[in-house]
């Protein structure tokens, strides 16, 4: 079976062509600032990899562009026909969250959440759309991020509110970037040599937008994103965890509707509103150096608020095992991550310098040797838990 996976951010679009049961990449592309007056572009299948650049005014220009390289000589694809699904990272969607058939209900009830995950949502609800008519026939699927922590206990996903809300609008805490803490939680035991079914783990997905992760025995048992993904620590641009009477302060003080508020803490909060700069790690850090003190704030924050997070976990957790890193920051940030683990030894985490510096988007070990906890390096495939999701729903071996 192929399986083709499409990863909808708000101004990308990434996708990667898998054979299977056999988890084979037969291609991958990556397309990025959509709506801009030009978007880089890279393909690559096999031995053959391209780089360019064109305009991409909207995502069926992108779909367009993707169908096109995948039908090229250089595809092992000769015609559309031999892609046999679609597979979708969704976000969210009113209801329990799985993996399921994208069809006109599923849709409709992603779209019942568009308020929830503004940023996220409506990208991957016109991409569905308009995947569906170019290809009525074909079966498309998505796997929403809050599958993954469908685990945790009911005292660590309710809210302090009224419960009729909870009961009237399903008001909790829903977690996310469950592909990639999935995928954490098989890969990081092995790595650090521990058997994944008797591991206590804390998967930290850590990039433009970042989330800690609990994990027992390959189980999610909390998660710091609560019911949307606006929240735990601080992301490129959007708020981590805030207390909602200082939004409704500055709602009465400005005069702000519900849309100017999820507008501004959607593209205008986080890293980037607190540095007033950039809300890329890589940018700030390079301010920082240069003296821009708001810049060094921004990293403070994100780095203290990972290392807080780190703490409550291990506390859920009743003890600590494993770190698991992933994500752009996790995979590549070694300054970063130095910063985070430094003063964690009263857990049990001793990093090793020389190894941290080795491993820069490569898997592996950064701890010492005597490290009690192992912190491990892993390159997140969120792709293939989509892909293998897929295969065992079309399959008949859904779980």
Avoid at 66 to 87: F, R, W, Y
Avoid at 216 to 242: A, W
Avoid at 252 to 264: A, F, N, Q, W
Avoid at 276 to 290: I, W, Y
């Amino acid at each position: 079976m192929h399986v083709l996976v499409v990863n909808v951010g708000s101004t990308s679009f990434k996708y990667r062509l898998l054979a299977m049961p056999e988890e084979r990449v037969l291609a991958e592309g990556r397309l990025e600032r959509i709506g801009s007056a030009s978007s880089p572009v890279e393909f690559s299948s096999g031995e053959h990899s391209e780089k360019s650049t064109i305009y991409l005014p909207d995502y069926a220009a992108a779909i367009g562009k993707m169908m096109s390289d995948l039908t090229s000589a250089k595809s092992p694809v000769e015609s559309l026909k031999q892609i046999d699904a679609v597979g979708f990272k969704t976000v969210v969607i009113d209801g329990v969250p799985g993996c399921v058939l994208l069809d006109d209900d599923a849709v409709s009830r992603m779209e019942a959440l568009n308020d929830i995950a503004p940023a996220h949502n409506p990208p991957y609800v016109n991409a569905v759309r308009q995947m569906r008519a170019l290809f009525p026939d074909l079966p498309l699927v998505g796997l929403f991020e809050p599958a993954f922590h469908v685990t945790m206990p009911d005292y660590a996903y309710t809210y302090g509110v009224p419960h009729s809300w909870a009961e009237k609008y399903g008001v909790r805490k829903f977690g996310y970037h469950g592909a990639s803490h999935r995928y954490v939680a098989e890969t990081a035991p092995k790595l650090a040599g521990i058997d994944p079914s008797r591991c206590r783990l804390i998967s930290a997905h850590l990039g433009g937008s970042s989330s800690l992760c609990a994990i027992r025995n390959g189980q999610s048992i909390d998660t710091s994103m609560g019911m949307s993904p606006q929240s735990g620590v601080d992301h490129s641009t959007r708020n981590g965890d805030l207390d909602v009477f200082a939004v409704l302060h500055v709602m009465d003080k400005e005069g702000l509707s519900t849309s100017d508020v999820r507008r501004i803490l959607c593209k205008e909060a986080g890293l980037a509103g607190i540095s007033g700069t950039s809300g890329d790690v890589r940018d700030l850090e390079a301010a920082s150096a240069s003296g821009n003190d708001r810049a060094r704030l921004a990293l403070d924050v994100f780095c203290y608020n990972v290392k807080k997070t780190i703490g409550a976990m291990a506390a859920a957790l009743g003890g600590l095992d494993v770190i698991g890193l992933a994500g752009g920051i996790g995979e590549r940030g070694v300054n970063v991550r130095k910063r985070i683990l430094n003063g964690l030894d009263f857990l049990g985490v001793a990093l090793d310098e020389e190894r941290n510096s080795a491993h820069t988007g490569q898997e592996g070990v950064i701890s010492t040797d005597a490290s009690p906890v192992k912190v491990v390096v892993v390159r997140t495939n969120e792709e293939l838990i989509v892909a293998r999701s897929v295969f065992a729903l079309l399959s008949g071996n859904a779980s």
